[in-house]
């Protein structure tokens, strides 16, 4: 697969005209200002008297409306929650928008499913860094980024790849290598990977040990620091390196505890849960079932929150964190 750098970009492409942020959080922040401080024209559309409008302020960029956004720019990039497109589309972006605009998502799930459904046209793209906002800031701010993905629904100019491209580099991305995928590969591996490992499966493989632990007799502290604590160091050895690296930074019994008994826990039923969340995801099931949550203003979720927040690892954990001094707000500061 071909990894695309800034040598394939033409930054230009996305200076004809001025670029509406639509939402100040996270994500929304490190679009703003990386795309101002690489010479763009930067509009913020937030709700009026909100915290992203008064953040936005602060970090010395325009703000307007989300419909005066969208009217006066180019290039909308659609950048709230998932489930507030829909209406924020249709009731503000889209009657600004003119021929030839080109609608930005950071993420598929609201074209792939029918949430949004734009005119034909306007080019509909979508860049996706591969971290939170912070991160994209930071290290844009270091000269560097953070890899991205990118994608073309609707090319109705003939340049929507050119401008995905050029998004992708004045955030950073291309610095980094941006690679070319579909709204519906991005939208579908990404649900499958927050709900099948990084969320979804990581957290209920720590919670499970955790309880199998505490139900055989042993006390809630160290079971935490086994099944949680550790796990930080075994996720950064990943991030860094794969599996040789862990591998290389860990002991010849955790290796061959990892081999012969990861299988017992990641076994056949598991690959054939993880099949069946897949085929929720791709077909609608899942998007369909989270829609009707939210509309019913998310009863079952409140539910499973709570659950989820009041399980006896909290406990455990909120006083053991407390006694780590480098969890601490400002304990990398330096006195004096």
């Not at 780590?324 to 990398?332: D, E, F, H, R, Y």
Request: glycine share 10%.
């Amino acid at each position: 697969m071909k990894v695309y750098t800034d040598n394939d970009a033409n930054p230009a492409a996305l200076k004809e005209g001025p670029v509406a942020i639509i939402g100040y959080g996270s994500q929304g922040r490190a679009h703003a200002l990386n795309l101002k401080n690489s010479g763009c024209e930067v509009i913020v559309g937030v709700r009026k008297g909100g915290p992203g409008a008064a953040k936005a302020t602060t970090d010395g960029l325009e703000i307007a409306s989300v419909k005066d956004a969208a009217h006066a720019a180019k290039v909308i990039a659609l950048l709230t929650p998932d489930m507030s497109h829909e209406a924020l589309y249709k009731e503000e972006i889209a009657p600004a928008m003119s021929d030839g605009d080109a609608l930005s998502f950071a993420h598929g799930f609201s074209i792939l499913y029918g949430r949004v459904e734009p005119p034909k046209n306007i080019d509909v793209i979508m860049v996706a860094p591969k971290g939170p906002g912070d991160l994209v800031r930071r290290e844009y701010e270091r000269g560097r980024g953070v890899p991205c993905l990118f994608a073309v629904h609707q090319d109705a100019t003939g340049r929507a790849k050119e401008r995905a491209l050029s998004y992708a580099s004045l955030i950073g991305g291309t610095t980094a290598g941006a690679l070319e995928t579909t709204f519906k590969e991005e939208t579908e591996t990404d649900l499958f990977g927050e709900q099948a490992v990084l969320c979804g499966g990581a957290t209920e493989l720590v919670l499970a040990g955790f309880e199998t632990l505490t139900e055989a007799g042993y006390r809630p502290e160290i079971a935490y620091y086994e099944c949680l604590h550790e796990l930080k160091l075994i996720v950064d050895l990943l991030y860094e390196g794969g599996l040789a690296k862990m591998h290389e930074f860990i002991s010849e019994t955790a290796i061959y505890g990892d081999l012969v008994s990861g299988p017992r826990v990641i076994n056949d039923e598991t690959r054939q849960r993880m099949r069946e969340v897949l085929t929720d995801i791709q077909s609608g099931a899942f998007a369909r079932e989270w829609v009707l949550e939210n509309q019913a203003g998310k009863p079952r979720y409140g539910k499973l929150l709570e659950a989820d927040l009041n399980h006896p690892i909290e406990k455990t954990g909120k006083e053991l964190r407390e006694r780590m001094a480098w969890l601490q707000s400002g304990a990398n500061t330096k006195e004096g």
